[in-house]
């Protein structure tokens, strides 16, 4: 492998993301991870998450900001992920929630406007990231910065 400096990865990090919007969201009950696939999507270079109003998950982060976000990520029949560790956090700014529907490709289909009772929008804020490029066999981690 060759070395990269951390703005290099993070610059490779931040490729893979915006390629791969199906990752995996992990977040604490009680002392119990729970891990689910989910959409992550980007607008305003931000990252968000929608969920019905009532799913597990919105209680788990109004308990516990601390989530994890895994990218799986595959290139030449080689697997790799981008692990991403950070906190997340409920969005009640109803500016923020419309603005960010229009981003999300399948909104129109879940959700009967920015003001439906059923959707809640959870903002993620990554803290550090450890990625393993497909192929390699060892990781490496940074502070996750976007440049």
Avoid at 5 to 18: G, V, Y
Avoid at 39 to 63: C, L, N, P
Avoid at 123 to 131: D, I, K, L, V
């Amino acid at each position: 492998m060759a070395r990269t400096s951390d703005s290099e990865l993070m610059q490779e990090m931040l490729t893979w993301i915006r390629q791969n919007q199906y990752v995996y969201l992990a977040t604490v009950d009680k002392n119990q991870a729970r891990v689910r696939p989910i959409v992550m999507f980007e607008y305003d270079e931000r990252y968000f998450f929608t969920t019905y109003s009532g799913d597990a998950k919105v209680g788990q982060i109004s308990s516990n900001k601390r989530v994890e976000v895994c990218v799986p990520i595959s290139e030449d029949g080689q697997n790799g992920y981008i692990r991403l560790m950070g906190s997340a956090k409920i969005v009640t700014n109803n500016d923020l929630r419309a603005e960010a529907a229009e981003y999300c490709y399948f909104f129109d289909q879940y959700y009967s406007g920015w003001d439906d009772p059923d959707y809640t929008l959870i903002e993620f804020y990554p803290e550090y990231a450890e990625y393993l490029r497909p192929g390699e066999n060892h990781s490496r981690g940074c502070t996750f910065r976007r440049y």
